[in-house]
């Protein structure tokens, strides 16, 4: 078994402990973080190394994103990428070492501000311009992929029907606009990934990993939207044995407004 989780932290420094409770209850292999908020060099890895995760890609800058990479399995290679030429912290990939190559990128997609309008809203534009560049890169990757590959992270896009608490309402509110879902559809389709979520949970079943903070009672409300995600190329999703989605981490002291997933890959069977 090979177990990849994904989670937006929202400052990692801040839910270091979060995440070792994380790390030693649920155990998985490699945990992809977003939103980590921590300079360069300041990232908590003594803590998640005592928890028995000693190998960590990181790529970090004050007060804003950054994402990191820790596993329990070495890496291979580490790369990170600029986008829309800034160097805003937003991605990061290994190669893993061993048996299974794995290749894993870990994106944080910028949020797109408030008006889905890109001749209004520059962050809107932003966001755009990210993914398109994002469709570029595996367009130019998938064609020559030597590695099984993962591409994991908050995308802040909830592209179906029921990855929103509702559908009509939110057409026109950023991360569920018709404009966002067809990018985020191209770049699915350019990457030939399946959305390993929506293999093992029904298209008709509501299913979210974000919470808004300005919810009294999160929960009681449940005006989620699937923002995380995790893609598997066609290989990989076969051998996907289930996704575990950590709803409870919502409700920890000081959560995140994201929570983990998890995808359990049978690597013997298919690989």
């Given amino acids: 078994m090979l177990k990849i989780a994904t989670w937006n932290i929202n400052s990692v420094r801040l839910r270091a ?24 060099g300041q990232f ?15 790529r970090g800058q004050s007060g804003y994103h950054g994402v990191a990479i820790v596993s329990r399995i070495p890496f291979q290679t580490v790369k990170t990428r600029d986008f829309c030429g800034k160097q805003d912290a937003r991605h990061v990939s290994v190669r893993l070492k061993g048996e299974l190559p794995l290749e894993i990128h870990n994106f ?26 994002m469709i570029a890169m595996f367009r130019r990757n ?7 590959a993962a591409l994991v992270g908050d995308l802040n896009i909830a592209p179906l029907e029921h990855d929103v608490w509702s559908h009509r309402k939110l057409l026109k509110v950023v991360s569920h ?20 979520m929506r293999q093992h949970v029904p298209h008709d079943r509501k299913l979210y990993t974000w919470w808004s903070y300005r919810a009294r009672d999160w929960s009681t409300a449940d005006k989620g939207r ?3 995600h995790i893609w598997l190329d066609p290989e990989l999703a076969a051998s996907c044995a289930g996704i575990e989605v950590v709803r409870e981490a919502r409700g920890w002291q000081r959560p995140s407004d994201h929570i983990p997933v998890i995808a359990t890959l049978e690597t013997s069977s298919n690989l």
Wanted: hydrophobic residues 40%; contains cysteine; glycine residues 6%.
């Fill in 17 to 40: 402990g979060h995440v070792v409770d994380f790390l030693n209850r649920w155990a998985p292999d490699v945990l992809c973080l977003q939103e980590t908020k921590c300079p360069q």
């Fill in 44 to 58: 908590p890895s003594a803590a998640f190394a005592e928890a028995g995760y000693t190998h960590i890609a990181e």
């Fill in 108 to 133: 944080y997609v910028p949020a797109g501000g408030e008006i889905p309008d890109r001749s209004i809203d520059e962050k809107f534009a932003h966001k755009l311009d990210f993914i398109n560049e």
């Fill in 142 to 148: 998938s064609a020559r992929r030597m590695a099984p």
């Fill in 177 to 196: 606009t018709p404009l966002e879902v067809d990018l985020l559809n191209d770049l699915l389709n350019t990457g030939n990934w399946i959305d390993v």
């Fill in 226 to 228: 699937r923002l995380d």
